[in-house]
């Protein structure tokens, strides 16, 4: 069964203070791992696709990096618009072709 | 309207009304999805439409019965729920299987 985990369940930053979501997932064959944005009351925001160990996007202050076993959300000098809960998801190879499995999620929420 | 669009936003019923949901994309993709999303759980897939046919009912009780008349109009018909039926629906699309899914911005559900 395909397995997602993220880390830590929430995290307060300073503006301008850099760090780094952890998601880890379980998974038999990965298609790909997907990052989304969802602020309150508000449905997730698309981001980043991941589909090979060592590849790496970037978008504004956000990065995204994919290792065989997990990814990294890298956020350089946040600001307060960055605060939201930032979701992971995977798609397997084989099985159901759509499905993505979800994590809990981090809650970023970013001081001014 | 552009993106994906659902209606209503917020929706109270009680144990015994019959509702429906509704979900519209904009994007000219060709599947469709409908997630539930419950406080302190992952995104659960629930159904998934890829042009106009079902192809996946992730165990979904019969009180919850979905509807895809077309590849852009997605419904999730309603019929005597419980209080635990209580969360966030979304509604997502994407263009094929491996893709990328958009998702709306939900429907808050109370069920009295």
């Known amino acids: 069964e395909d397995q997602v985990t993220q880390s830590p369940e929430a995290l307060r930053l300073q503006e301008g203070e850099s760090s780094s979501l952890n998601c880890s997932y379980t998974?038999?064959?990965?298609?790909?791992l997907f990052w989304y944005r969802q602020d309150p009351g508000k449905g997730p925001e698309f981001l980043f696709t991941?589909?090979?160990a060592g590849e790496e996007k970037e978008k504004e202050r956000l990065k995204a990096t994919l290792t065989k076993k997990e990814s990294f959300l890298h956020i350089t000098a946040p600001k307060p618009e960055d605060s939201a809960t930032y979701l992971c998801?995977?798609?397997?190879?084989?099985?159901?072709?759509?499905?993505?499995?979800f994590g809990k999620g981090t809650l970023l929420t970013v001081n001014p | 309207e552009t993106g994906v669009t659902q209606t209503p936003r917020h929706l109270v019923m009680g144990m015994t009304n019959k509702k429906s949901l509704k979900c519209e994309q904009h994007?000219?993709?060709?599947?469709m999805y409908w997630y539930k999303q419950s406080a302190k759980k992952p995104l659960e897939l629930m159904f998934v439409?890829?042009?106009?046919?079902?192809?996946e009912n992730n165990s979904v009780p019969s009180r919850f019965s979905p509807e895809c008349p077309n590849s852009s109009h997605l419904f999730l018909h309603l019929h005597t729920l419980q209080p635990e039926d209580s969360a966030l629906y979304l509604c997502?699309?994407?263009?094929?299987?491996?893709?990328?899914?958009?998702f709306g911005p939900g429907t808050r559900l109370t069920v009295l």
């Open positions: 998974v038999s064959g990965l298609r790909g």
């Open positions: 998801a995977v798609q397997a190879r084989g099985g159901s072709n759509y499905k993505l499995t």
């Open positions: 991941l589909y090979s």
């Open positions: 994007l000219g993709h060709n599947a």
């Open positions: 439409y890829n042009f106009k046919e079902q192809t």
């Open positions: 997502a699309s994407s263009f094929a299987a491996y893709n990328e899914q958009f």
